[in-house]
């Protein structure tokens, strides 16, 4: 399902090997969080994507865990950025912009996709879920 769809948004999309069970659990007991159905999905599917030349569209299981923990641990990132704590990186733009799940009370309520703004720290939704992620990651001029 999740090949198929990026492989129609995206020609030039990298999809890895499934992600394990055993690293989806991985994930969510080093952050504290039970993943959304739609990106545990996809990891079984893809442990990551890369497309649109090569924006790391979703991360691999590992690489989510890396992300969130440098961005949670960082001292430097708490002098210049609000707390991070809320929310579940998942992939980037390749920009220097990221997006994520939101965080709320120890859980992730909705499907909802959010996009941090590196420059600003601007943290504004963005897609109704992760397929609605996917489609509005497409270039307007494509």
């Known amino acids: 399902m999740w090949r198929e769809l990026v492989s129609r948004l995206f020609d030039d999309g990298r999809f890895q090997p499934p992600a394990s069970a055993d690293q989806l659990r991985q994930v969510e007991a080093a952050l504290g969080v039970t993943l959304p159905p739609d990106l545990e999905s996809f990891l079984l599917e893809s442990n990551g994507v890369a497309a649109y030349y090569s924006s790391p569209l979703v991360w691999s299981a ?36 990221q997006f994520a799940y939101r965080i709320l009370d120890g859980q992730i309520r909705e499907a909802w996709i959010y996009e941090w703004d590196h420059e600003s720290d601007n943290r504004e939704w963005f897609a109704h879920d992760l397929a609605d992620y996917f489609k509005r990651c497409v270039p307007k001029d494509e």
Not at 72 to 84: G, H, K, S
Request: proline content about 6%; glycine content about 8%; cysteine-free.
């Open 62 to 97: 590992t690489e989510i865990i890396e992300q969130n923990l440098l961005f949670r641990r960082n001292p430097d990132f708490r002098e210049l950025y609000m707390p991070f704590d809320a929310l579940l990186f998942f992939g980037a733009e390749g920009n220097g912009d």
